[in-house]
């Protein structure tokens, strides 16, 4: 059977890997550093920063500690298999988010137990195992899924608050706890220490299958070399701009507190005070503030003066504008943040999620000609008064040119890549939507072409706005998407389309791309198949397969692309749902699954998925195996990417390289994508500019 199974090469590979030299280790340290603040590496940099105990063990064998209060004779077995692990470069060391040991070992292995510094090519990562299992990858919560006999104890919290940070209470209130003042506490912290590797232990073992091999641990060794080299920043620019911020905002502040009587973190008042004066929402989340800020007061009859200190209030908690403390926070001593991306970060498709900095988040621009105005702004030229007198919304203007602050420092910038339309291919390519891709492979403006079949003309009377239209249709129509999301999806560009438009543009991509459309039904009905006849392969498409079985140590359904790389679903099954739809109720087979719950943060329980989901699933699989497999051969050959957002890749440029040549090896394609239409444009940047 193909889905998990081991065949004879991947048993050579796990006899061979557990054959080699192999660690399981775990820190545990102090820093008056902010950890979820700064990030591993800043934290790791911080001269307050210091390693108080590290539990290590070699394969299955029980752990030994060392400690930063332990006799040279009780530090010596866990020291002597650190250098092992120094000397040995082939010995392969397994932590629990390895990239926080790596950036501790980085900055304080060699200080503290006077030995080289480990590979960063030595790090393997228990938590990203979990992550390629679609199961939570912390430890306590994947040692329990699991069901482990070695769980994670739950000490942690009071230990680590003990000594791993300054207090924040009592008499020594912003000072630490030595070990020798509460040495019942710190022998405890070393047992807690030592029942980590214990736990990941037990979880490398039941995640066995998936131990890195091949393409993906060659990814995620990238992704380590990657996060090391760090996204540069312009910290003098953060700076000023900084300053600037924090003026605008207590100036508004004043004047907010003027005109409402409260302070602007008075949420509960506020909304009442709100509701009072005609505010239709209940709360102030993001999504509802945006719906009463896009319409006409006087027609929800809304108050014109609750209106402004509405737009008052949402300046003043711009996300956007929280990224410049962030970015300066987490900024090592040379300028760079490093760890802002995580390694299959998305459990559903494995493609690189945003951290600290949140990359992938960036604020569209509500202003034009940002590139302008962030060169004023960090000239230091404009003050306040400036600003205002500029811009009569400075904070928004500052705001919409945020990531231009990812900037090299150096005259030349860096390169800047992008694949095109890359999902509207591979959803093609999985489907076998063949006219559609050789429409790419022709180079035409395939927004065009869907644009005339929308409006009924030819290509090139297409008008900008109907190209919009089209190219809506192909970016967003391939997973079964509705009237509404399609509407509400132009409407986040600022363009409103009516009811009958997106209906027709919907029609419309439907026919042109039928056997994308078929596909939706196909997959769903061969992943129910694959549920009720475990064992047995069902084809959704040609491309995309699916089996059902314990092959991942657990119950899961198993969908299969091209690359090889498995999607889970963990613990799929059939459930009768009860629905309405345009007012009637009716009853449906769906397919759920134990994963994240959408709009959920880091809650995990039963979600659902259907034939366009999982579609949508595989074309974003595909197209992270794409980019990771451009990566990979970019950095092979030279080229020092430092950050990926979405479909983008961004790298420092080294004498004799080319944007040209980074393309090109972004789209050198493996064996298993032939057919498969890839194109990447790119240019020499000064700056970060785009999405």
């Not at 019942?184 to 220490?193: L, N, P, R, T, V």
């Not at 009072?276 to 503030?289: D, E, F, H, I, M």
């Not at 509500?366 to 600003?387: A, K, Q, R």
């Not at 997959?523 to 995309?544: L, Q, R, S, Y």
């Amino acid at each position: 059977m193909w889905a998990v199974t081991i065949n004879i090469s991947t048993r050579l590979f796990i006899y061979w890997t557990h054959s080699m030299a192999l660690y399981h280790l775990d820190f545990e340290t102090f820093s008056c550093a902010d950890l979820k603040k700064y990030g591993a590496y800043r934290y790791a940099e911080d001269p307050s920063t210091k390693i108080l105990l590290c539990a290590i063990a070699e394969g299955d064998s029980e752990p030994v500690l060392w400690s930063v209060n332990g006799t040279v004779e009780e530090n010596a077995p866990a020291l002597a298999l650190l250098r092992e692990v120094s000397e040995n470069k082939d010995a392969l060391i397994y932590a629990h988010n390895s990239q926080f040991e790596n950036a501790i070992s980085k900055y304080n292995w060699e200080s503290t137990f006077s030995l080289p510094v480990p590979d960063i090519t030595q790090w393997r990562c228990t938590a990203s195992m979990a992550r390629r299992a679609a199961i939570p990858s912390s430890l306590a919560q994947c040692a329990s899924f699991l069901g482990l006999d070695e769980l994670k104890d739950t000490s942690g919290k009071k230990l680590i608050r003990m000594f791993s940070i300054p207090a924040s209470s009592g008499k020594k209130k912003g000072q630490r706890f030595m070990p020798e003042d509460n040495p019942d506490e710190f022998e405890e912290f070393g047992s807690y220490c030592l029942q980590d590797v214990r736990t990941e232990q037990k979880v490398h073992k039941a995640l066995k299958k998936f131990d890195l091999k091949g393409d993906p641990l060659k990814g995620f060794l990238f992704d380590a070399k990657m996060n090391d080299r760090g996204v540069p920043v312009n910290t003098d620019g953060l700076l000023f701009t900084d300053k600037l911020v924090n003026e605008l905002n207590e100036k508004l502040s004043v004047k907010f507190e003027k005109i409402v009587g409260l302070r602007p973190t008075q949420t509960i008042k506020f909304v009442e005070w709100l509701q009072s004066r005609g505010y239709p929402g209940k709360n102030l989340q993001v999504a509802t503030v945006s719906g009463v800020l896009g319409t006409d007061p006087a027609a929800i009859g809304m108050d014109s003066i609750a209106y402004e200190a509405l737009k008052m209030r949402s300046l003043l908690g711009f996300a956007a504008l929280k990224k410049i403390p962030t970015m300066l926070s987490a900024a090592n001593s040379d300028g760079h943040v490093r760890g802002a991306l995580m390694w299959s970060g998305a459990e559903r498709t494995h493609r690189w999620a945003g951290r600290i900095i949140q990359p992938q988040n960036f604020k569209r621009p509500e202003i034009n000609d940002t590139e302008n105005f962030y060169s004023t702004l960090c000239s230091g030229s404009l003050d306040v008064e400036s600003l205002e007198m500029l811009y009569g919304n400075p904070l928004l203007a500052i705001a919409s040119c945020i990531r231009h602050f990812i900037q090299p420092k150096v005259e030349r910038g860096f390169f800047d890549a992008d694949y095109a339309s890359i999902e509207a291919r591979i959803v093609c390519w999985l489907c076998d939507q063949e006219d559609s891709l050789d429409l790419f492979r022709a180079n035409k403006d395939i927004y065009k072409v869907m644009s005339s079949h929308i409006f009924g003309i030819e290509p090139e009377e297409v008008t900008k706005e109907q190209r919009f239209v089209g190219k809506q249709a192909v970016l967003g129509c391939g997973f079964g998407m509705g009237e509404d999301k399609f509407k509400g999806t132009c409407e986040a560009y600022g363009q409103n389309v009516s009811s009958d438009l997106a209906s027709r543009a919907i029609k419309t991509f439907r026919k042109v791309n039928n056997k994308v459309s078929a596909s939706w039904k196909s997959i769903n009905e061969a992943a129910k198949a694959a549920i009720m006849e475990p064992g047995t392969k069902f084809n959704g498409t040609d491309k995309v397969v699916f089996c059902y079985g314990n092959e991942c140590g657990f119950p899961a359904l198993i969908m299969r692309v091209p690359s090889g790389h498995c999607l889970i679903y963990p613990r799929a099954r059939l459930d009768m749902v009860e629905k309405t739809y345009k007012g009637d109720t009716y009853k449906s087979q769906e397919i759920v699954f134990w994963g994240k719950v959408p709009g959920k943060s880091n809650m995990w329980g039963w979600v659902s998925t259907y034939g366009g989901k999982l579609l949508e699933n595989a074309t974003q699989a595909v197209a992270g195996d794409v980019m990771s497999n451009g990566a990979v051969k970019a950095q092979e050959k030279g080229y020092e990417i430092f950050m990926l957002v979405h479909d983008q890749a961004l790298a420092k440029i080294k004498p004799g390289q080319s944007i040209e040549e980074f393309c090109e090896i972004l789209c050198d394609l493996p064996e298993w994508a032939t057919g498969l239409p890839i194109e990447a444009e790119g240019s020499e940047v000064p700056f970060y500019r785009k999405d």
